[in-house]
């Protein structure tokens, strides 16, 4: 049986260091119907001549201004020509060659989102941890898998895209597709290497409180999600001292030996 087709967007602002290799881990995967799609936001280190090296092997690219990552992301589903769209950011991998074709081995006719597994890597610290895909019903406290783990249909992504003024516009995304009734489908694959500390994580305060404000607008808002909500700004809070003032030996004890509960 032939597989759909599946588009992978991959957003860059000067990530040259590490764009070559997260093109090489998806024009590398053997599943034989797939396009590569490059939005690259006018980068000024070199990015443009690397992708423009890759040209022939990419359906699509550009390089020009853009809002912010999500503006480019909306650009890329706009390019798309698959039916599903996974986005792999500059930095980010597939965990193997083969995802592709794992994950759409099979039918998945009656979903609309299929996500799965990813692994937390920290850049320099040689620090690598599996946080397993949740089921949706975790939505309204954290997001059940990243978004680099998730393939989501075309159409949705048109009729919804993202809010280009949100930092948790993924997670906002995810939450009304939720609330909308939308087919959600965990399969058990790693589908990505992610590499941590960008910009959500160095925001996460901001971000947490946007997911506030983006539960109250759904109509998730309740007393037990506010005293959720209150104790993952205080951790935040915390460990942003934490970082600042910790041996950086010891902060990768924590790193490495910390419990995972899913993105809160």
Known sequence: MTGPKVSVVTVNHNMAATLGRTMESVLGQDYPDFELIVVDGASTDGSRNIIASYSGRLAYWVSEPDRNLYDA???????????????????????????????????HVDSDMVYGHHIRCYPGRQIERLVL?????????????????????????????FEIGLLAADYEFMLAAYAGGRRFKQVDCVVALTEMEGRSDLERSKMLRQRCVILRRHGFWNFGLAVYYFGLLARARLACVAKQILPRPVTNWILRHRRISGLG
């Open 73 to 107: 992301m909306n650009k890329g589903v706009a390019e798309a020509k698959g039916e599903w769209v996974l986005f792999m950011n500059a930095g980010d991998c597939f965990a193997t060659p083969n995802v592709l074709s794992e994950v759409f081995g099979q039918d």
């Open 133 to 161: 895909a949740e089921r949706p019903s975790v939505l309204p406290r954290r997001m059940p898998c990243s978004h680099q783990a998730l393939f989501t249909r075309r159409s949705l992504l048109i009729e919804h895209a």
